[in-house]
């Protein structure tokens, strides 16, 4: 097309744009002047696309099924039980229940259950507590005696969907006087108690119980003769335990035997302690003993002294004492602990004969390894007893050797049992093997 430009051309050519621009030019302003007039038209197009495309995503009201009832409820548990514990202290309470039938492992709809309380029947239930699947029974102790409760458990579904049983009770909690899960204790006890009785009454009687000879009681005599021999004193330590330790009991029955014998021989005995009721104690023990060997003149009661409680300071003193009075007998009898082998050490360098008793598993190796004479563990109860001739003392200690006797018995049934029961696979075995097991067990 040609330039509109130059009069020619002007009348030839440019007419036609003249007349378009002259009809595209009304056409946009027609437009604008119908969006300015109506504003509202483009959103009101949009907002008409939203509703109707939500319109057919939504399944409308009728469509919206909440979820719980979308999955069914799981059947609820039956046979709910709920009664006083027995054999118990009280307050406590036993709610038992057969399980859902919906209760199997990962395929089943059971998720566990609820146990729910209330003292009214038809009063607010509150939830106890929460249990898993598979379980048939709980033990409510939150509750109070003498108040009557009622009970339903329920069933957890998918979707925390409940399903109740019924309501049970009223059940009360109370104390039992009596622990039948304790009667195998008590039967234990009484023939132990029956055989002391007896074995003290024979004593008592004048029949000659036997006791088994231990090398570290028949060589108390020994030492205090060699003291005695060498003109030297005798040192005896009742451990540094105070009155209320069995073993410092033990240690001062030893006492009196020794200070009898002290007391025969007149040889000087001394008794340095690290309790103070130790030293009442001590004192009385070896005054009884003088005075029964006829020589109560010879006794001192500066042969028994505190020194202290702590224990170092208290073992630097006993050894401060072997060094310079340099005895020839020491008797380490009682409850020790780290200063066992300083004591007993000390007096090996002196050269002293040394007899030591403890039930201090952890000080046995020490004092086995630096003394002449050891009483382990139960020896130096069995010590106390034989060197005093207490007919009381001895008493126990047979009627306590039938109840090692009889546990010892049963042990070894009880492993040959369960041995043959494990090989054979037998179920009389096995369950003989089962009864043996709860005679025994403590049932705390």
Known sequence: MAPCSGKRNRKRNCRPRVLRLALVFPLAFLTIAFILVRPGS??????????????????????????????????????????????????????????????????????????????????KFE???????????????????QVPYYYKVAAIGDGEVLSFSGVVGPAVSKQQWFSTRKANLLVISLIIAVAIL?????????????????????????AVGRATEMGKPILFIPGIQDMDNVQTVAGLSILASVGKLAAQYETKLDVPVSRSLVMSTARETLKQAYLSVGRPDLYNDDSVYYITDEQFGYVAAVDGIMVREKPAACFYMGAFFAESLILAETGNSIGAIQIAGTAMPTQLPFFVAACDYTLIGEELFAASAYLSKDERMIGSLKGQDVGKGIAMFFIILGTLVATVGALTENGTVVGISDWLKNLFSLNF
């Open 198 to 222: 007896l074995y003290v009454y024979q004593a008592k009687a004048g029949k000659k119980l036997y006791i088994r000879r231990i090398a570290g009681i028949e060589a108390v005599e020994e």
């Open 42 to 123: 483009l959103v009101f197009a949009s907002a008409t696309a939203t509703t109707t495309g939500s319109a057919k995503a939504s399944p409308g009201p009728t469509a919206v099924v909440p979820e719980s009832i979308l999955v069914p409820p799981p059947a609820p548990p039956t046979s709910v039980e709920a009664f006083d514990s027995p054999s118990d202290q009280g307050g406590m309470m036993t709610i038992h229940w057969t399980k859902s039938v919906d209760d199997i492992p990962i395929t089943g709809r059971v998720r566990g259950y609820v146990i729910a309380r209330s003292e009214a029947p038809d009063g």
């Open 127 to 145: 939830p106890v507590s929460t249990v898993a699947l598979q379980i048939e029974e709980y033990l409510d102790t939150s509750v109070q005696d």
